[in-house]
Nanobody, 116 residues
Framework: QVQLAESGGGLVQAGGSLKLSCATS????????MGWYRQAPGKQRELVAT???????NYADSVKGRFTISRDYAKNTVYLQMNILRPEDTAVYYC??????????WGKGTLVTVSS
């Protein structure tokens, strides 16, 4: 069973930065894609950023130019660098991994709170 563990969330002032990490129990090269999603109170979970096995990245329009997704094969870890944070970025951030059979795995989430 694949396990994903997020870390790095916390409280930050608007304009600040945070870096989230997602450590996996498996070899991340085995996943067809990995990504970050978020869910704000009262809202549906939404895509933040994804990175495919080949390295192609995709970002939500709301985070383009501010967030960067990356990975470290040696550490089996995916990161989300978040800069110029805004209060509307406040949410629980979830790590996702998708295998070649389109099965999705999720972490338990890490809370990011951006104060104005």
């Amino acid at each position: 069973q694949v396990q994903l563990a997020e870390s790095g969330g916390g409280l930050v002032q608007a304009g600040g930065s945070l870096k989230l990490s997602c450590a996996t129990s498996g070899n991340i090269f085995g996943f067809s894609a990995m990504g970050w999603y978020r869910q704000a109170p009262g809202k549906q979970r939404e895509l933040v950023a994804t990175i495919a096995r080949g390295g192609i990245t995709n970002y939500a329009d709301s985070v383009k130019g501010r967030f960067t997704i990356s990975r470290d094969y040696a550490k089996n870890t995916v990161y989300l660098q978040m800069n110029i944070l805004r209060p509307e970025d406040t949410a629980v951030y979830y790590c996702n991994a998708q295998n070649t059979g389109n099965i999705n795995y999720w972490g338990k989430g890490t809370l990011v709170t951006v104060s104005s």
